[in-house]
């Protein structure tokens, strides 16, 4: 068995507003607004779920301070203030392995804060996505598909051992 070393590259990490690349980004986190399931206790010492429905989330990123993508991001907030008409078609992509989250409905939550020091600076823009429409969360390209081929082997496995047990009994 060969293992190949796994990498990641924070410079192919992209987030794309309806076809424009950002320039300038520093740092994304994407945090979803519900669990995708809930326990509930039962009686009897009996418990179950309830699924969610809710697909919102919250993209915040950090951009350099000198990036002009800042001017690009306020001229959207202060049209969409303007007009409330701001739903953008984002999509945060990894091109190196196979994260990709997306959504048609995202907009602008506030204003960054604005820090001036001695140091270097960035400016933390908040996205809200009110559905995620599509996404996929994944490490590398290589380590996915290593991962669901033994996978796949070890679940066909207890598979046909479930369906040689049920015929047995029957």
């Known amino acids: 068995m060969t293992t ?11 987030l794309i507003i ?10 994304i986190s994407v945090k979803w607004n519900a ?30 301070q000198t990036s002009p993508t800042n001017e ?10 303007n ?7 984002l999509a945060v992509v990894d091109h190196a392995g196979q994260t990709m989250v997306q959504t048609a409905s995202a907009y602008l939550a506030e204003y960054p804060e604005l820090v001036y020091g001695m ?8 996205f809200n996505l009110q559905d995620v429409i599509g996404g996929v969360i994944a ?14 082997m070890r679940v066909d496995g207890v598979l046909d051992d479930i369906r ?5 009994i029957f």
Do not use: E
């Open 119 to 126: 140091d270097f600076n960035t400016r933390r823009w908040v």
């Open 35 to 64: 669990s995708p399931f809930t326990q509930r206790r039962g009686i009897r010492g009996v418990n179950t779920r309830t699924g969610s429905k809710d697909r919102s989330a919250v993209i915040t990123i950090d951009m350099l």
């Open 72 to 81: 690009l991001l306020f001229d959207i907030l202060r049209q969409d203030l």
């Open 139 to 152: 490490g590398s390209k290589d380590s996915a598909d290593n991962l669901l081929d033994a996978l796949g």
């Open 18 to 27: 309806s076809g424009y690349t950002l320039v300038g980004l520093t740092s």
């Open 83 to 89: 007009t409330y008409g701001g739903r953008l078609n």
């Open 4 to 14: 190949s070393v796994l990498t990641y590259s924070p410079s192919d990490v992209k």
């Open 164 to 168: 040689s047990g049920i015929s047995s």
